[in-house]
Nanobody
Framework: QVQLLESGGGFVQAGDSLRLSCSSS????????MGWFRRAPGKEREFVAA???????YYADSVKGRFTISRDNAKTTLSLQMNSLKPGDTAVYYC???????????????????????WGQGTQVTVSS
């Protein structure tokens, strides 16, 4: 089981930026697909963004153009740059890892929570209007 630890959450104003980071405990990080999910108050957890082993990135429509996901395999770190934040982005953000997979996986696989087997504890992001 991979241990994941998120950081970088906080309280910001609408229009501000935040950068979330997720550190992984395993050198097998390079073999896994990584994703960010979020759970807003009173809502189900939802997909935000993912980056595959091959480097392909995928985003939920709600964050496309504002959020950027990236990975540093040498540092076994996943990041999420969030710009132009809105009150609707308020949520607990989780990073997650899939098992080792083929080099390229479909966007539907990467957006599916059931594809992920390791989850971080989450970091709170609050956006005030």
């Amino acid at each position: 089981q991979v241990q994941l630890l998120e950081s970088g959450g906080g309280f910001v104003q609408a229009g501000d930026s935040l950068r979330l980071s997720c550190s992984s405990s395993k050198r097998t990080f390079v073999d896994t697909n990584m994703g960010w999910f979020r759970r807003a108050p009173g809502k189900e957890r939802e997909f935000v963004a993912a980056v595959g082993r091959g480097g392909g990135t995928y985003y939920a429509d709600s964050v496309k153009g504002r959020f950027t996901i990236s990975r540093d395999n040498a540092k076994t770190t996943l990041s999420l740059q969030m710009n132009s934040l809105k009150p609707g982005d308020t949520a607990v953000y989780y990073c997650a890892a899939t098992p080792r997979t083929a080099y390229y996986m479909s966007s539907s696989y990467l957006a599916d929570q059931s594809s992920y087997v390791s989850w971080g504890q989450g970091t709170q992001v609050t956006v005030s209007s």
